[in-house]
């Protein structure tokens, strides 16, 4: 028989429900040929829908998905517009109970063109998967050459009074290629039918040479989930964390952290935050005070291969060194965009102004002055799915970070170059 000849024996199969015989029939197709699309989908259908049946193991069950997940991934890297692949691969991320990566992809094709039955089982499908989370995770690593590891202004001279004073080499930036990595987990234990217990924990580590300009960040968290309605819940959350910088304590906090999620449409979802937390510092005592802070978010799945998002917010720091107290503001944009090829785009914009009470000299000649900052971040992403190592793809991220600032020394610039491992789809 001629190649189409097999296909459409293998589609006669798989209408029929004869699983088993269709994968005999399309593995060596799908290896022979990788680039065909339809034999890559029909070998997707058939091993999701032969996991679901009955008198399959659990371990045969994810083999099973494991193959469907490949065959639709191998398509969407070519084809990342073709919203029923993207639609069965949520499918076997949803049976394989990888719910994060079932979400992400049920969200996107809501918003692709869909009949209505199609999309009540498909919101269906999302009610189960925020009524049945409990174990979720996250893990990466990263290179990632600095050119301002410390942050600080690489100006040579100061003025006091004005008379210039040269500052000594080792107060400017530093560069340096540090390691990063970063992870955590967390656990919700059901309570009641709305009713969620969460527990987590993340970190974050960034390493220098040496250990002058190293840190680390541990973070915890414990409270209810409410599931309100539908579309809407709600989280309070109990908070600890704790920062070092060099080699010893730098500032440990507790506090409590309220979080509302509510999804308007389809593919937009909108968030709010509102936290305060108690900071003692180790190093600096005249930093120590509680914060306030409040932001708002949005994001929006425009396209099954373009997300936008973006957020605004407010803190409020008071601090035992007056001229530390401060009011910030930020908003930032951003979007990921799914290219052919297995490209993601990412790019973001994220702009912050702090204002601080006076009290500056000698970084401002006259005490009565207030100090500002205003500080721009630029980021942009590229990953390729196509490049898979152990489910993780290689991503590089760029950063250029400016603060401009009135008071002296407090201005910098910095680009961060991260290569990265990251999980895909």
């Avoid at 989370?133 to 990632?144: H, I």
């Amino acid at each position: 028989m001629s190649f189409n000849q097999v296909v459409r024996v293998a589609q006669r199969l798989v209408k029929t429900g004869k699983f088993v015989e269709a994968l005999a029939i399309l593995r060596p197709l799908a290896e022979a040929r990788p680039q065909e699309t339809e034999v890559q989908f029909l070998l997707g259908t058939a091993a999701t829908r032969l996991s679901q049946a009955s008198g399959v193991e659990e371990e045969q069950q994810f083999a099973l998905l494991d193959e469907a997940i490949a065959a639709y991934r191998s398509i969407l890297i070519r084809r990342p517009d073709l919203v029923r692949v993207r639609l069965d691969l949520a499918l076997a991320f949803f049976f394989k109970q990888q719910d994060d990566l079932a979400r992400e992809h049920f969200e996107r094709v809501l918003v692709g063109e869909l009949p209505s039955p199609v999309v009540a089982n498909v919101n269906r499908f999302l009610n189960v998967i925020r009524a049945r989370r409990r174990w979720s995770g996250y893990f990466g690593f990263s290179v990632a050459p600095d050119t301002n590891i410390n942050a600080a202004s690489n100006a040579a001279i100061i003025y006091i009074n004005g008379l210039p004073f040269v500052r000594s080499q080792q107060g400017r930036a530093s560069s340096d290629i540090g390691l990063v990595g970063w992870g955590g987990g967390e656990y919700q234990y059901p309570l009641t039918n709305r009713w969620r217990l969460r527990g987590g924990l993340n970190f974050n580590r960034r390493e220098y040479k040496g250990s002058q300009f190293d840190q680390m960040f541990i973070g915890t968290y414990v409270g209810p989930r409410w599931l309100i309605s539908r579309t809407t819940e709600m989280s309070l959350l109990a908070t600890a964390n704790q920062n070092w910088f060099g080699s010893s304590t730098w500032s440990n906090n507790l506090g409590v952290r309220l979080e509302v999620e509510h999804r308007l449409l389809p593919g937009l979802w909108t968030n709010g935050r509102a936290s305060w937390q108690d900071q003692p510092y180790h190093r600096n005592p005249g930093l120590q005070g509680p914060q306030m802070v409040f932001s708002l978010g949005a994001s929006y799945v425009l396209l099954p291969t373009v997300r936008v998002n973006g957020q605004v917010g407010y803190s409020q720091q008071q601090a035992r060194a007056h001229r530390w107290n401060s009011t910030g503001y930020w908003t930032r944009v951003g979007t990921n965009v799914v290219l052919p090829w297995g490209f993601t785009v990412g790019l973001s914009g994220e702009f912050r102004w702090t204002d601080f009470e006076n009290g500056w000299f000698p970084f401002l000649a006259d005490p009565a002055t207030a100090r500002e900052d205003q500080t721009r971040i630029l980021q942009a992403t590229l990953l390729n799915r196509a490049i898979t190592v152990f489910g993780f793809s290689p991503q590089v991220a760029f950063s250029n970070q400016v603060r401009e600032s009135n008071a002296q020394l407090w201005d910098y610039k910095r680009n961060l170059v991260e290569m990265r491992w990251v999980r895909q789809f």
